[in-house]
């Protein structure tokens, strides 16, 4: 009965959230907090009651803030649930924030090619300064309510960014270096006047940076020596002197103990000392790099979890980890400023442990909360959670060489002293973090070989041609790209028994942007008209096997294609698919016509994030397509001519296949930066969003293993190989958190934070894919409004459901996937019948796992995806990414997708209609390109041109 009771309680929960989000729209995340029931704190609107009679208890414990110690009229607020007790003006109208200037507008990274005597060649060192604006551009242009896309445009060409008062003026560093050291060049070159060296190195706009290369020759030494007094950066910001220092540049005996100075000294891949984010951090820390380094890395956050899953870098951008990884920071930092450090181990005390995971949940002062008297005695009790004791137990520390002598500092405790420590050591100090003790991603495609006889003994035949392991700490801001190379060959004298189509594939994944490639082996098809000449790659998945400290290893899957289908897959495969085997209707499915089933053009780029994304990240993702554009522009000429792609693609036009070759790599590779452009895009704003939300809910939220995010540009080529679909998704494949509920907060907070983050993304799926695009995408949230919108009811199905279930009127293919979900522990929630979206049935649910509450949305195809189509030839997609590759080349920072969307906008609706009907006129295309690029020169480029002088050279 008390099992039924809170089962109902929670679906109550769930349609009420589900029904308002679906008729209101995205809700931004503040407001999520009105929905979420009445088991959870939330703070109170403005018009909450009197300020003095509350304010006092915003301090208070929270097992002291109980409602029946205030008087009655205090427990409830106008609109507000029964007992809740509030803060008066907890919740104000948002303020407009104006850009303030920053604490360190200034900063300089330093990097030399050596430290030590041994590794110096022929007395020569190479030194990096890079001088950088810390400041986010000021000018943003301001839109009225409801303005179009020409109104944006215009908004943005108005800006100049010559005049951003964020821009740091007339920037010089100077420099005094060490007797017997000779500068033997520097670029730029340097002014030398009263033994000081001075760069001119002009403005620097708003996240810009400007570097400085210095080679100099420097005198044999056995000891630690400074080269330089440390260079200084100057510049004018809004009319106000700003200054950085670099740290000096040393050179360090070549060794401690008996040890190579070099080994405490190397960049690894938890404490990556030569990451690009870690040296800009690094070189705020002087003149004193230890104290410091330590100071700041002290200051992060703890968050309880165990061994290294995010390493320097994400521990930076999440500005929290746990104690390995605040120890990975610290000496990251450390060995940047080329101070020796290792790391130590040891087990904490329960006590020690439980203050770290108390001190995971600050005050909150603006919300006190609520308890409900019938959950009275389940209230969240972190502190003495088995868990979270034992990771926090499992303790890491850094010992710092600094004046001939190692010392101990402990960034995991915010009041920690150099030279204090909390716990024992146990074994030898440490290098490197030992790889047992690292998260790691197995990246796998597993396929599905089919042939008549092999089929009849042993049904599918599996293999996997491509996998590999990574570190997750080496993933951070570090997206994978899959692809295949795909061949193809035909009968060399035409079908005179059968015919025949014999495809090849490849796939390799790549690291980044410049990364490594990993190439799979290759496998092959055969597609027949003769049933027993029939060898079919019938489907083949991505499949992420994420491992953890403790060598639990969870499985994730994500479909590639499928030319079976789960619907039969879950059927008497056996006795339904072999008589089909022989029929008109598969032979022309695996026959010698079909097309291969991934082609050269999809590009999928996977993000894992083990850690929260940096804001400045997301923000430079897009300028990556910036290093494709000169090629994107060289191949314009090449797309004009190219005459009829459909010739080229049936091999009757042999001299144009070395540039197609060209044209297609660089589409692809615009494609690709696009991707991962959407990609950072979502999770950065999910970040945000999960924050304010977690804030709002009174819970702890932050990612214990890696996230998933998949964003793939495919083309879907059938039969008539001209007539191709563009398919743009995003698919969250993993994207749970880790949620705790605030000491003395109720227990339900946990699952309820869950179920709104997760209708939440999906709705913020949605926007940024129609942000980024300018069209509107198909995705589970968006097929449920429009089951609202038609009227069609939602039914609930749990495993009491099924028999009442099995009646819907929906595809099986949906059917199979929710049966197994719901056998699997989880319940759903989907329209009574397929709903209409651009006047084709579809179908898309909710799938609530109960026992976390945690929330998603699924597709047909069994993807949690936002989904764009769009049926255009091949040709009209080749001048679609050379068109927002342009327009991405125009603005830095937020207009490029103003730009982009102008683009896509104008050409999918005035151009890629009259394209359709074509028939392969290249006059049409080469007109439409002509048309597109006077568009942008016209309409969108002028004021990129007064803003960046050498792009408008580039083009022109």
Same mark, same amino acid.
């Given at each position: 009965?008390?099992?039924?009771?809170?089962?109902?309680?929670?679906?109550?929960?769930?349609?009420?959230?589900?029904?308002?989000?679906?008729?209101?729209?995205?809700?931004?995340?503040?407001?999520?907090?009105?929905?979420?029931?009445?088991?959870?704190?939330?703070?109170?609107?403005?018009?909450?009651?009197?300020?003095?009679?509350?304010?006092?208890?915003?301090?208070?414990?929270?097992?002291?803030?109980?409602?029946?110690?205030?008087?009655?009229?205090?427990?409830?607020?106008?609109?507000?649930?029964?007992?809740?007790?509030?803060?008066?003006?907890?919740?104000?109208?948002?303020?407009?924030?104006?850009?303030?200037?920053?604490?360190?507008?200034?900063?300089?990274?330093?990097?030399?090619?050596?430290?030590?005597?041994?590794?110096?060649?022929?007395?020569?060192?190479?030194?990096?300064?890079?001088?950088?604006?810390?400041?986010?551009?000021?000018?943003?242009?301001?839109?009225?309510?409801?303005?179009?896309?020409?109104?944006?445009?215009?908004?943005?060409?108005?800006?100049?960014?010559?005049?951003?008062?964020?821009?740091?003026?007339?920037?010089?560093?100077?420099?005094?270096?060490?007797?017997?050291?000779?500068?033997?060049?520097?670029?730029?070159?340097?002014?030398?006047?009263?033994?000081?060296?001075?760069?001119?190195?002009?403005?620097?706009?708003?996240?810009?940076?400007?570097?400085?290369?210095?080679?100099?020759?420097?005198?044999?030494?056995?000891?630690?020596?400074?080269?330089?007094?440390?260079?200084?950066?100057?510049?004018?910001?809004?009319?106000?002197?700003?200054?950085?220092? $670099?740290?000096?540049?040393? *050179? !360090?005996?070549? =060794?401690?103990?008996?040890?190579? @100075?070099? %080994? &405490?000294?190397?960049? /690894?891949?938890?404490?990556?000392?030569?990451?690009?984010?870690?040296?800009?951090?690094?070189?705020?820390?002087?003149?004193?790099?230890?104290?410091?380094?330590?100071?700041?890395?002290?200051?992060?956050?703890?968050?309880?979890?165990?061994?290294?899953?995010?390493?320097?870098?994400?521990?930076?951008?999440?500005?929290?980890?746990?104690?390995?990884?605040?120890?990975?920071?610290?000496?990251?930092?450390?060995?940047?400023?080329?101070?020796?450090?290792?790391?130590?181990?040891?087990?904490?005390?329960?006590?020690?442990?439980?203050?770290l995971i108390l001190s995971m949940f600050p005050p909150k002062p603006r919300v006190v909360g609520y308890?409900?008297?019938?959950?009275?005695?389940?209230?969240?009790?972190? $502190?003495?959670?088995?868990? *979270? !004791?034992?990771? =926090?137990?499992?303790?890491?520390? @850094?010992? %710092? &060489?600094?004046?001939? /002598?190692?010392?101990?500092?402990?960034?995991?405790?915010?009041?920690?002293?150099?030279?204090?420590?909390?716990?024992?050591?146990?074994?030898?100090?440490?290098?490197?973090?030992?790889?047992?003790?690292?998260?790691?991603?197995?990246?796998?495609?597993?396929?599905?070989?089919?042939?008549?006889?092999?089929?009849?003994?042993?049904?599918?035949?599996?293999?996997?041609?491509?996998?590999?392991?990574?570190?997750?700490?080496?993933?951070?801001?570090?997206?994978?790209?899959?692809?295949?190379?795909?061949?193809?060959?035909?009968?060399?004298?035409?079908?005179?028994?059968?015919?025949?189509?014999?495809?090849?594939?490849?796939?390799?994944?790549?690291?980044?942007?410049?990364?490594?490639?990993?190439?799979?082996?290759?496998?092959?098809? !055969?597609?027949?008209?003769?049933?027993?000449?029939?060898?079919?790659?019938?489907?083949?998945?991505?499949?992420?096997?994420?491992?953890?400290?403790?060598?639990?290893?969870?499985?994730?899957?994500?479909?590639?294609?499928?030319?079976?289908?789960?619907?039969?897959?879950?059927?008497?495969?056996?006795?339904?698919?072999?008589?089909?085997?022989?029929?008109?209707?598969?032979?022309?499915?695996?026959?010698?016509?079909?097309?291969?089933?991934?082609?050269?053009?999809?590009?999928?780029?996977?993000?894992?994030?083990?850690?929260?994304?940096?804001?400045?990240?997301?923000?430079?993702?897009?300028?990556?397509?910036?290093?494709?554009?000169?090629?994107?522009?060289?191949?314009?000429?090449?797309?004009?001519?190219?005459?009829?792609?459909?010739?080229?693609?049936?091999?009757?036009?042999?001299?144009?296949?070395?540039?197609?070759?060209?044209?297609?790599?660089?589409?692809?590779?615009?494609?690709?930066?696009?991707?991962r452009m959407q990609g950072a895009t979502f999770v950065a704003l999910s970040d945000q969003a999960s924050?304010?939300?977690?804030?709002?809910?009174?819970?702890?939220?932050?990612?214990?293993?890696?996230?998933?995010?998949?964003?793939?540009?495919?083309?879907?080529?059938?039969?008539?190989?001209?007539?191709?679909?563009?398919?743009?998704?995003?698919?969250?494949?993993?994207?749970?958190?880790?949620?705790?509920?605030?000491?003395?907060?109720?227990?339900?907070?946990?699952?309820?934070?869950?179920?709104?983050?997760?209708?939440?993304?999906?709705?913020?799926?949605?926007?940024?894919?129609?942000?980024?695009?300018?069209?509107?995408?198909?995705?589970?949230?968006?097929?449920?409004?429009?089951?609202?919108?038609?009227?069609?009811?939602?039914?609930?199905?749990?495993?009491?459901?099924?028999?009442?279930?099995?009646?819907?009127?929906?595809?099986?293919?949906?059917?199979?996937?929710?049966?197994?979900?719901?056998?699997?522990?989880?319940?759903?929630?989907?329209?009574?019948?397929?709903?209409?979206?651009?006047?084709?049935?579809?179908?898309?649910?909710?799938?609530?796992?109960?026992?976390?509450?945690?929330?998603?949305?699924?597709?047909?195809?069994?993807?949690?995806?936002?989904?764009?189509?769009?049926?255009?030839?091949?040709?009209?997609?080749?001048?679609?990414?050379?068109?927002?590759?342009?327009?991405?080349?125009?603005?830095?920072?937020?207009?490029?997708?103003?730009?982009?969307?102008?683009?896509?906008?104008?050409?999918?609706?005035?151009?890629?209609?009259?394209?359709?009907?074509?028939?392969?006129?290249?006059?049409?295309?080469?007109?439409?390109l002509i048309d597109t690029k006077n568009y942008m020169r016209n309409t969108v480029w002028p004021s990129?041109?007064?803003?960046?002088?050498?792009?408008?050279?580039?083009?022109?």
């Amino acid at each position: 009965m008390r099992n039924s009771r809170i089962r109902n309680q929670f679906i109550k929960i769930v349609a009420s959230i589900l029904i308002v989000a679906l008729i209101c729209s995205p809700i931004p995340p503040k407001g999520w907090a009105s929905l979420v029931g009445v088991e959870i704190a939330q703070a109170a609107p403005a018009s909450a009651g009197p300020a003095s009679t509350v304010l006092s208890n915003a301090t208070l414990p929270l097992e002291q803030a109980k409602p029946h110690a205030l008087p009655p009229e205090l427990t409830k607020q106008p609109g507000q649930p029964a007992g809740m007790l509030l803060e008066a003006e907890a919740r104000q109208t948002e303020l407009q924030h104006k850009l303030a200037t920053l604490v360190n507008p200034i900063s300089i990274s330093r990097m030399q090619s050596a430290y030590t005597p041994e590794l110096i060649l022929s007395n020569i060192l190479a030194i990096t300064l890079t001088v950088t604006n810390n400041q986010p551009p000021a000018i943003i242009p301001q839109l009225p309510p409801g303005a179009t896309l020409t109104d944006t445009v215009q908004a943005w060409q108005s800006v100049d960014l010559r005049n951003d008062p964020n821009a740091i003026h007339n920037v010089l560093l100077v420099d005094s270096f060490a007797s017997g050291v000779v500068i033997a060049s520097s670029m730029p070159r340097a002014d030398y006047r009263n033994e000081q060296y001075t760069w001119n190195l002009g403005d620097i706009a708003p996240l810009d940076s400007v570097t400085v290369t210095i080679v100099m020759q420097v005198p044999a030494s056995s000891g630690a020596v400074s080269l330089d007094t440390g260079a200084t950066a100057w510049g004018t910001l809004q009319d106000h002197v700003v200054s950085a220092q $670099a740290c000096p540049i040393m *050179l !360090l005996s070549n =060794a401690i103990e008996g040890q190579s @100075v070099n %080994a &405490y000294l190397r960049t /690894t891949l938890d404490a990556g000392s030569a990451d690009e984010y870690v040296i800009k951090r690094a070189g705020q820390m002087c003149p004193d790099p230890v104290a410091k380094s330590f100071e700041y890395v002290r200051s992060l956050g703890y968050e309880a979890y165990k061994g290294s899953l995010r390493g320097a870098r994400g521990t930076l951008w999440s500005e929290a980890g746990n104690s390995l990884d605040k120890s990975s920071l610290l000496i990251a930092t450390l060995r940047s400023n080329g101070v020796p450090a290792r790391y130590r181990h040891g087990t904490l005390s329960d006590e020690r442990a439980q203050e770290l995971i108390l001190s995971m949940f600050p005050p909150k002062p603006r919300v006190v909360g609520y308890f409900p008297t019938e959950v009275e005695a389940q209230r969240a009790d972190p $502190a003495h959670d088995p868990k *979270l !004791l034992a990771e =926090a137990k499992d303790h890491w520390w @850094v010992e %710092a &060489y600094q004046n001939g /002598t190692w010392i101990a500092m402990d960034p995991s405790f915010s009041y920690a002293a150099p030279g204090q420590t909390f716990t024992q050591p146990e074994g030898d100090s440490l290098i490197e973090v030992p790889d047992q003790m690292r998260h790691k991603v197995t990246v796998s495609l597993k396929t599905e070989r089919y042939d008549l006889l092999t089929y009849l003994l042993a049904r599918f035949v599996y293999v996997t041609p491509l996998t590999t392991t990574f570190n997750t700490a080496e993933l951070v801001g570090q997206p994978l790209t899959f692809k295949q190379l795909v061949s193809t060959q035909h009968p060399p004298f035409g079908c005179l028994i059968y015919c025949w189509t014999h495809f090849t594939y490849i796939p390799y994944l790549r690291m980044g942007d410049e990364g490594w490639m990993i190439q799979g082996e290759p496998y092959w098809e !055969l597609l027949s008209d003769y049933p027993f000449g029939q060898f079919v790659i019938t489907a083949e998945w991505l499949i992420f096997d994420v491992r953890d400290a403790d060598g639990n290893v969870t499985t994730y899957t994500r479909e590639i294609a499928d030319r079976v289908g789960i619907a039969a897959r879950k059927g008497p495969l056996v006795s339904d698919m072999v008589p089909e085997l022989l029929t008109g209707q598969v032979m022309i499915t695996f026959g010698p016509k079909a097309p291969a089933l991934v082609n050269e053009w999809d590009t999928h780029a996977i993000y894992f994030n083990p850690s929260l994304i940096s804001s400045e990240y997301a923000a430079h993702v897009g300028e990556n397509l910036l290093a494709v554009s000169p090629r994107i522009l060289s191949v314009q000429p090449i797309v004009s001519g190219l005459g009829s792609l459909f010739a080229v693609l049936e091999g009757q036009a042999l001299d144009l296949l070395p540039k197609m070759e060209i044209v297609t790599e660089v589409a692809i590779d615009s494609g690709q930066a696009f991707n991962r452009m959407q990609g950072a895009t979502f999770v950065a704003l999910s970040d945000q969003a999960s924050r304010e939300v977690a804030d709002t809910s009174l819970v702890r939220s932050y990612p214990d293993s890696p996230r998933i995010t998949m964003v793939s540009s495919v083309i879907s080529r059938t039969e008539v190989l001209t007539q191709a679909v563009q398919l743009q998704l995003m698919d969250l494949v993993h994207n749970s958190l880790r949620v705790i509920a605030y000491p003395g907060q109720v227990k339900s907070a946990e699952p309820t934070y869950r179920l709104t983050r997760g209708m939440n993304e999906a709705f913020l799926e949605k926007k940024v894919g129609e942000q980024l695009t300018g069209e509107t995408g198909k995705s589970g949230a968006g097929v449920l409004q429009a089951a609202t919108a038609q009227n069609i009811p939602l039914m609930y199905v749990d495993l009491n459901q099924l028999e009442q279930f099995a009646q819907l009127p929906i595809s099986q293919q949906a059917k199979a996937r929710i049966v197994d979900a719901v056998t699997q522990g989880n319940a759903v929630l989907v329209p009574e019948r397929m709903v209409l979206w651009n006047g084709q049935p579809t179908i898309a649910w909710w799938q609530i796992n109960l026992r976390t509450g945690e929330v998603i949305d699924v597709s047909e195809d069994g993807t949690h995806q936002w989904l764009v189509i769009a049926a255009v030839s091949l040709k009209a997609f080749l001048i679609i990414s050379i068109g927002i590759g342009i327009a991405i080349l125009i603005e830095r920072m937020r207009m490029w997708e103003v730009a982009a969307r102008a683009t896509w906008e104008y050409f999918w609706k005035a151009k890629a209609p009259a394209l359709q009907n074509a028939a392969g006129d290249p006059n049409a295309y080469r007109q439409a390109l002509i048309d597109t690029k006077n568009y942008m020169r016209n309409t969108v480029w002028p004021s990129a041109c007064d803003v960046n002088n050498w792009l408008c050279k580039v083009l022109y």
